[in-house]
Protein backbone atom coordinates (compact mmCIF):
# COMPACT_ATOMS: atom_id res chain seq x y z
CA UNK A 1 0.00 0.00 0.00
CA UNK A 2 1.11 3.55 -1.06
CA UNK A 3 1.74 6.22 1.67
CA UNK A 4 -0.85 9.15 1.17
CA UNK A 5 0.68 12.24 0.19
CA UNK A 6 2.76 14.26 2.62
CA UNK A 7 2.20 18.28 2.73
CA UNK A 8 5.40 20.06 4.54
CA UNK A 9 4.41 23.50 5.33
CA UNK A 10 6.95 26.04 5.76
CA UNK A 11 7.27 28.95 7.40
CA UNK A 12 8.97 31.38 9.51
CA UNK A 13 9.17 32.73 13.18
CA UNK A 14 7.42 36.28 12.88
CA UNK A 15 8.48 39.64 14.00
CA UNK A 16 6.36 39.64 16.63
CA UNK A 17 7.26 36.48 17.90
CA UNK A 18 11.04 37.53 17.35
CA UNK A 19 9.77 40.74 19.50
CA UNK A 20 8.25 38.78 22.13
CA UNK A 21 10.78 36.65 22.86
CA UNK A 22 13.62 38.87 23.18
CA UNK A 23 11.64 41.59 25.63
CA UNK A 24 10.13 38.28 27.71
CA UNK A 25 6.31 40.18 27.51
CA UNK A 26 3.89 41.98 24.91
CA UNK A 27 3.93 45.19 26.85
CA UNK A 28 7.68 45.03 27.10
CA UNK A 29 8.41 44.60 23.67
CA UNK A 30 5.41 47.31 22.92
CA UNK A 31 7.05 49.75 25.44
CA UNK A 32 10.63 49.49 23.46
CA UNK A 33 8.87 49.97 19.85
CA UNK A 34 6.93 53.69 21.55
CA UNK A 35 10.25 54.53 22.66
CA UNK A 36 11.53 54.17 19.36
CA UNK A 37 8.31 55.79 17.87
CA UNK A 38 6.91 52.71 16.57
CA UNK A 39 3.21 50.95 17.45
CA UNK A 40 3.52 47.33 18.14
CA UNK A 41 0.28 47.17 16.96
CA UNK A 42 1.10 46.77 13.17
CA UNK A 43 3.59 44.54 13.71
CA UNK A 44 1.10 42.10 15.83
CA UNK A 45 -1.43 42.49 12.87
CA UNK A 46 1.22 40.90 10.71
CA UNK A 47 1.84 38.19 13.15
CA UNK A 48 -1.82 37.63 13.04
CA UNK A 49 -2.25 37.62 9.27
CA UNK A 50 0.71 35.17 8.81
CA UNK A 51 -0.53 32.82 11.88
CA UNK A 52 -4.51 32.79 10.31
CA UNK A 53 -2.64 32.22 7.00
CA UNK A 54 -1.18 29.28 8.17
CA UNK A 55 -4.33 27.92 9.98
CA UNK A 56 -6.27 28.46 6.70
CA UNK A 57 -3.72 26.19 4.59
CA UNK A 58 -3.63 23.88 7.38
CA UNK A 59 -7.16 22.94 7.27
CA UNK A 60 -6.87 22.73 3.74
CA UNK A 61 -4.98 19.89 3.63
CA UNK A 62 -6.68 17.03 2.72
CA UNK A 63 -7.67 15.23 5.96
CA UNK A 64 -5.93 11.36 4.34
CA UNK A 65 -2.43 13.38 3.31
CA UNK A 66 0.16 13.04 6.03
CA UNK A 67 1.61 16.76 7.02
CA UNK A 68 4.71 18.63 8.99
CA UNK A 69 5.88 21.58 9.58
CA UNK A 70 9.76 23.33 9.19
CA UNK A 71 10.39 26.38 10.91
CA UNK A 72 12.91 28.52 8.45
CA UNK A 73 15.70 27.89 10.80
CA UNK A 74 15.41 24.47 11.13
CA UNK A 75 15.72 24.02 6.96
CA UNK A 76 19.10 23.11 6.78
CA UNK A 77 18.27 20.06 9.41
CA UNK A 78 14.86 18.69 8.20
CA UNK A 79 14.88 15.69 5.81
CA UNK A 80 12.68 16.23 2.68
CA UNK A 81 10.86 13.10 0.82
CA UNK A 82 10.52 12.66 -2.88
CA UNK A 83 6.78 12.59 -2.53
CA UNK A 84 6.62 15.67 -0.62
CA UNK A 85 4.44 18.67 -1.51
CA UNK A 86 6.00 22.02 -0.36
CA UNK A 87 3.89 24.84 0.69
CA UNK A 88 5.74 28.09 1.86
CA UNK A 89 3.37 30.21 3.45
CA UNK A 90 5.33 33.62 3.76
CA UNK A 91 7.42 35.87 2.15
CA UNK A 92 9.02 35.45 -1.23
CA UNK A 93 12.24 34.97 0.22
CA UNK A 94 10.98 31.89 1.95
CA UNK A 95 10.71 30.15 -0.93
CA UNK A 96 14.42 31.02 -1.88
CA UNK A 97 15.50 29.50 1.59
CA UNK A 98 13.87 26.28 0.57
CA UNK A 99 14.70 25.64 -3.03
CA UNK A 100 18.43 24.52 -1.79
CA UNK A 101 17.18 21.84 -0.04
CA UNK A 102 14.71 20.15 -2.68
CA UNK A 103 14.88 18.22 -5.31
CA UNK A 104 12.27 18.47 -7.70
CA UNK A 105 9.23 18.35 -5.15
CA UNK A 106 6.62 20.47 -5.90
CA UNK A 107 6.32 23.77 -4.15
CA UNK A 108 3.19 26.04 -4.04
CA UNK A 109 3.87 29.46 -2.61
CA UNK A 110 1.33 31.01 -0.31
CA UNK A 111 1.60 34.90 0.36
CA UNK A 112 0.49 36.05 3.98
CA UNK A 113 0.48 39.29 3.25
CA UNK A 114 -0.65 40.96 -0.47
CA UNK A 115 0.60 44.38 -1.02
CA UNK A 116 3.55 44.17 0.70
CA UNK A 117 5.30 41.24 -0.58
CA UNK A 118 6.15 41.44 -4.41
CA UNK A 119 4.55 37.94 -4.85
CA UNK A 120 6.94 36.73 -7.63
CA UNK A 121 7.41 33.47 -6.21
CA UNK A 122 4.65 33.37 -3.08
CA UNK A 123 1.88 33.44 -6.08
CA UNK A 124 -1.43 32.60 -4.20
CA UNK A 125 -3.65 33.15 -1.78
CA UNK A 126 -4.47 30.69 1.28
CA UNK A 127 -8.09 30.46 0.18
CA UNK A 128 -6.21 28.97 -2.95
CA UNK A 129 -4.51 26.23 -0.68
CA UNK A 130 -7.19 23.95 -1.12
CA UNK A 131 -7.63 23.26 -5.18
CA UNK A 132 -4.25 23.60 -5.59
CA UNK A 133 -3.64 20.67 -3.09
CA UNK A 134 -5.99 18.10 -5.00
CA UNK A 135 -5.57 19.61 -8.50
CA UNK A 136 -4.34 16.91 -10.65
CA UNK A 137 -1.79 18.41 -12.33
CA UNK A 138 -0.80 22.13 -11.63
CA UNK A 139 0.98 23.72 -14.07
CA UNK A 140 4.43 23.93 -12.91
CA UNK A 141 7.29 26.42 -13.81
CA UNK A 142 11.19 24.77 -13.78
CA UNK A 143 12.90 27.87 -12.67
CA UNK A 144 16.77 27.64 -12.99
CA UNK A 145 18.99 27.77 -10.21
CA UNK A 146 22.55 27.95 -9.54
CA UNK A 147 25.42 25.65 -8.09
CA UNK A 148 28.78 25.68 -6.85
CA UNK A 149 31.31 22.81 -6.35
CA UNK A 150 33.87 22.94 -4.49
CA UNK A 151 36.99 20.77 -5.55
CA UNK A 152 36.55 19.02 -2.05
CA UNK A 153 32.98 17.96 -3.53
CA UNK A 154 31.43 20.57 -1.02
CA UNK A 155 27.99 22.06 -3.17
CA UNK A 156 25.66 24.49 -2.57
CA UNK A 157 22.72 25.38 -4.62
CA UNK A 158 20.67 28.83 -4.36
CA UNK A 159 17.52 29.93 -6.57
CA UNK A 160 18.32 33.76 -6.63
CA UNK A 161 21.94 33.64 -6.22
CA UNK A 162 25.70 32.42 -5.13
CA UNK A 163 27.91 35.23 -3.50
CA UNK A 164 31.53 33.91 -3.14
CA UNK A 165 33.96 36.30 -1.11
CA UNK A 166 35.36 37.31 2.81
CA UNK A 167 33.09 36.69 5.57
CA UNK A 168 33.51 40.10 6.91
CA UNK A 169 34.12 43.33 5.46
CA UNK A 170 37.58 42.04 3.70
CA UNK A 171 38.85 42.18 0.73
CA UNK A 172 38.83 39.04 -1.12
CA UNK A 173 41.53 37.38 -3.16
CA UNK A 174 41.53 34.98 -5.68
CA UNK A 175 41.76 33.52 -9.34
CA UNK A 176 39.12 34.11 -11.68
CA UNK A 177 38.67 32.62 -15.10
CA UNK A 178 35.71 31.82 -17.45
CA UNK A 179 35.73 27.80 -18.91
CA UNK A 180 35.31 28.65 -22.51
CA UNK A 181 37.54 31.61 -22.32
CA UNK A 182 40.68 29.75 -23.78
CA UNK A 183 42.43 29.52 -20.04
CA UNK A 184 42.32 33.16 -19.31
CA UNK A 185 42.46 33.71 -15.87
CA UNK A 186 42.88 36.84 -13.80
CA UNK A 187 44.35 37.49 -10.21
CA UNK A 188 41.49 39.84 -8.09
CA UNK A 189 41.33 41.71 -5.41
CA UNK A 190 37.23 42.69 -4.54
CA UNK A 191 34.26 42.57 -2.22
CA UNK A 192 33.73 39.35 -3.94
CA UNK A 193 31.90 37.87 -6.93
CA UNK A 194 28.17 37.34 -7.27
CA UNK A 195 26.23 34.88 -9.79
CA UNK A 196 22.82 35.14 -10.07
CA UNK A 197 19.79 33.56 -11.81
CA UNK A 198 16.53 34.62 -13.91
CA UNK A 199 14.69 34.50 -10.45
CA UNK A 200 17.03 36.68 -8.82
CA UNK A 201 16.76 39.17 -11.11
CA UNK A 202 14.45 40.54 -8.95
CA UNK A 203 16.43 41.01 -6.42
CA UNK A 204 20.55 41.14 -5.58
CA UNK A 205 21.79 40.24 -9.11
CA UNK A 206 18.91 43.53 -10.33
CA UNK A 207 20.45 45.60 -8.57
CA UNK A 208 24.02 45.13 -9.47
CA UNK A 209 22.86 45.01 -13.02
CA UNK A 210 21.09 48.25 -12.90
CA UNK A 211 23.85 50.49 -10.83
CA UNK A 212 26.34 48.72 -13.78
CA UNK A 213 24.03 50.04 -16.75
CA UNK A 214 25.13 46.63 -18.07
CA UNK A 215 24.49 45.85 -21.58
CA UNK A 216 24.14 41.94 -20.69
CA UNK A 217 19.99 41.20 -20.71
CA UNK A 218 18.42 40.02 -17.39
CA UNK A 219 17.40 36.33 -17.47
CA UNK A 220 14.02 35.46 -17.08
CA UNK A 221 13.48 32.63 -14.22
CA UNK A 222 13.18 29.95 -16.62
CA UNK A 223 16.31 30.54 -18.69
CA UNK A 224 19.00 28.36 -18.64
CA UNK A 225 21.74 31.02 -18.40
CA UNK A 226 23.26 33.18 -15.31
CA UNK A 227 24.50 36.72 -14.72
CA UNK A 228 28.02 37.31 -12.60
CA UNK A 229 29.45 40.60 -11.57
CA UNK A 230 32.68 40.80 -9.73
CA UNK A 231 31.78 43.53 -6.87
CA UNK A 232 34.54 46.84 -6.54
CA UNK A 233 36.94 44.84 -8.39
CA UNK A 234 40.59 46.97 -7.28
CA UNK A 235 43.48 47.42 -9.64
CA UNK A 236 47.04 47.22 -8.61
CA UNK A 237 50.10 45.77 -10.02
CA UNK A 238 49.68 42.07 -9.07
CA UNK A 239 45.26 42.23 -9.42
CA UNK A 240 43.48 43.42 -12.54
CA UNK A 241 39.83 44.28 -13.51
CA UNK A 242 39.00 43.03 -17.30
CA UNK A 243 37.07 40.40 -16.02
CA UNK A 244 34.42 41.98 -13.67
CA UNK A 245 30.94 40.80 -15.33
CA UNK A 246 29.45 38.21 -17.91
CA UNK A 247 26.84 35.31 -18.95
CA UNK A 248 26.81 32.00 -18.36
CA UNK A 249 25.24 29.67 -20.29
CA UNK A 250 23.69 25.83 -19.05
CA UNK A 251 27.06 24.65 -20.10
CA UNK A 252 29.40 27.55 -19.04
CA UNK A 253 30.97 27.97 -15.40
CA UNK A 254 33.36 30.10 -13.71
CA UNK A 255 36.34 28.89 -12.03
CA UNK A 256 37.50 30.67 -9.00
CA UNK A 257 40.72 29.50 -7.20
CA UNK A 258 40.95 31.06 -3.39
CA UNK A 259 44.42 33.33 -2.55
CA UNK A 260 43.39 34.37 0.78
CA UNK A 261 43.10 32.59 4.09
CA UNK A 262 39.52 32.40 3.86
CA UNK A 263 36.27 32.42 1.90
CA UNK A 264 33.16 31.58 2.19
CA UNK A 265 30.52 30.84 -0.61
CA UNK A 266 26.98 31.00 0.44
CA UNK A 267 23.52 31.26 -1.48
CA UNK A 268 20.29 33.68 -0.95
CA UNK A 269 21.88 34.79 2.37
CA UNK A 270 21.84 31.69 4.18
CA UNK A 271 25.30 32.73 5.43
CA UNK A 272 24.88 29.77 8.24
CA UNK A 273 24.74 27.42 5.36
CA UNK A 274 28.11 28.08 3.42
CA UNK A 275 30.83 26.90 1.55
CA UNK A 276 34.12 27.19 3.63
CA UNK A 277 37.34 28.13 1.48
CA UNK A 278 40.68 28.54 1.99
CA UNK A 279 43.82 29.10 0.27
CA UNK A 280 44.26 27.21 -2.87
CA UNK A 281 40.95 25.95 -3.33
CA UNK A 282 39.21 26.13 -6.34
CA UNK A 283 35.30 26.07 -7.02
CA UNK A 284 32.96 26.28 -10.23
CA UNK A 285 30.08 28.00 -10.19
CA UNK A 286 27.54 27.44 -12.76
CA UNK A 287 23.90 26.15 -13.70
CA UNK A 288 22.86 23.62 -11.57
CA UNK A 289 21.21 20.33 -12.57
CA UNK A 290 18.23 20.60 -10.59
CA UNK A 291 15.36 23.31 -10.87
CA UNK A 292 13.13 24.68 -8.60
CA UNK A 293 9.54 23.41 -9.64
CA UNK A 294 7.02 26.28 -8.55
CA UNK A 295 3.32 25.85 -8.80
CA UNK A 296 2.08 28.61 -11.15
Do not use: C
Not at 78 to 106: C, I, S
Not at 189 to 196: I, Y
Amino acid sequence: MSLAPRVVLVHRTTEYEELVAHHGTHGQAAFFLSSRGRDIEEVAERHRRARRALAQVTAAIPLTWRQSRVERADLDRFLFAPEDVVVVVGQDGLVANVAKYLTGQPVVGIDTDPGRNPGVLVRHRPEDAAGLLTSAGPSVDELTMVEAVADDTQRIVALNEIYLGAAGHQTARYRLGLEDDGGVVEAQASSGVLVGTGTGATGWIGSVWQERGAALSLPRPTDGRLLWFVREAWPSPATGTSLVAGELSASGGLRITVESERLVAFGDGMETDALELTWGQSVRVGVADTALRLVG
